[in-house]
């Protein structure tokens, strides 16, 4: 059956590929698969080029919002990627979306995929993966019904929430500042482009508003990360034996080569403790290595109670797993930047600069303290008190002053 699925699928992405670009389209994508087998760098384009070509910035759609109903409940159009499993981001925008259900707000989630493949293709992947999530999974391409508000989520998402002639305000959810995720060039400046799309952005942490706001003229607020203690928490009895990277190759702003090399120093100075991974499958490091992939949260909470520190680096907006460490007793140990200290603001990350040995010192330094228990303790009762919640109403004040309610 899965197969057949499959097929199904693959007969609706090439289907959909060859009406909205051709059997030229089609056989160009046969060539990027071919030339991805054989090694060569190409990547099918993050956005539709068709979106970008209608995209006037100069000459933005008039805002438009349907009057709000006598009881308040608003309707809220999300546009995102479809979600990879174990993707930070898309957690955060479906904590998002679900505390806006729960106070009786409706919420559509239209699905932005350039490979080809329908909405209903990607649901029983998001409803399994997000349960509390009640809204329709619909097709962006299909467009969308008014709202009061619509929400980009990504930069590449920013298009059709510019170019869809729907009503409502628009919004984006910003979790890091994304032309960063490139070298400087088109895409990059295709990614910033959006921030100047005259949308009121919503970020995840203050640094990224501050940015936006001095640098681009962007009107943003911001929600402070929040945790999920019920999920990440020390358990008793367990014996910590080693340290804890984060590893993500295929996300070069989490720095993989530093973190790696420090692994490498480290190890070397305590050849008696377990270096763990996980995020992706790297492949071994040595005797006292476990890699453990991508992993469940549940999973996840076991490896950083294993653990006395975390290694966990990230060259952009921070992302939710020092706070997640933090939880479970485990002390990340971060590379050294503003946008880290201004997100993060807790007495308890150890800073370093980023360097191999730098790095390397910092976790010798954590998993040689004095009475480690008790710093684990206080470690996490500091983020104890973090709940997503905040960041719920926070949005939901935004949207509310947004709106003149």
């Not at 976790?363 to 206080?378: G, I, Q």
Request: hydrophobic share 40%; charged share 20%; glycine share 8%.
């Amino acid at each position: 059956m899965r197969v057949v699925q499959q097929l199904q699928r693959r007969a609706h992405q090439v289907s959909r590929i060859v009406r909205d670009q051709g059997v030229r389209g089609l056989g160009a994508r046969a060539l990027h698969t071919a030339a991805r087998r054989f090694g060569a760098d190409a990547e099918v384009f993050p956005v539709r080029l068709e979106d970008v070509r209608a995209a006037d910035l100069g000459a933005p759609r008039p805002v438009v919002v349907p009057p709000v109903p006598a009881d308040g409940r608003l309707t809220v159009n999300w546009i995102s990627t479809p979600p990879a499993p174990g993707s930070g981001g898309h957690t955060t925008m479906f904590r998002l979306v679900e505390h806006l259900e729960s106070l009786g707000h409706t919420c559509r989630l239209y699905l932005y995929d350039v490979y080809g493949s329908r909405a209903v293709d990607h649901e029983p992947g998001i409803r399994s993966a997000y349960p509390g999530f009640r809204g329709p999974v619909l097709d962006v391409l299909d467009g969308m019904a008014d709202a009061h508000a619509v929400f980009a989520t990504a930069w590449m998402t920013a298009y059709p929430a510019f170019n869809d002639p729907c009503a409502g305000k628009r919004f984006y959810l910003v979790q890091d500042y994304e032309p960063w995720f490139f070298p400087v060039g088109g895409l990059s400046a295709l990614a910033e482009n959006t921030y100047r799309m005259g949308f009121h952005g919503f970020t995840a942490g203050r640094f990224l508003a501050d940015k936006l706001r001095t640098e681009l003229g962007m009107a943003a607020d911001h929600f402070d990360f929040g945790c999920d203690a019920d999920r990440y928490h020390v358990r008793a009895g367990v014996p910590r034996d080693g340290v804890v990277f984060y590893a993500r190759r295929l996300a070069p702003r989490r720095a993989i080569e530093i973190g790696l090399l420090a692994l490498e120093i480290f190890a070397a100075k305590h050849p008696d403790l377990h270096i763990h991974t996980y995020g992706e499958k790297i492949g071994s490091l040595g005797p006292r290595h476990v890699d453990h992939g991508l992993v469940t949260p549940d999973r996840l909470n076991d490896i950083y109670n294993r653990s006395y520190a975390g290694l966990t680096l990230s060259m952009t907006n921070v992302s939710l797993v020092p706070h997640e460490m933090l939880a479970a007793g485990c002390i990340p140990v971060v590379n050294d930047a503003a946008h880290n200290r201004v997100v993060l603001d807790n007495n308890y990350v150890r800073y370093a600069p980023a360097t191999p040995h730098d790095l390397a010192r910092a976790l010798s330094e954590v998993v040689t303290t004095p009475d480690f228990a008790a710093l684990s303790r206080t470690a996490s009762t500091s983020v104890s008190s973090r709940s997503w919640d905040a960041a719920g109403h926070e949005l939901e004040k935004l949207l509310r002053r947004s709106l003149d309610l």
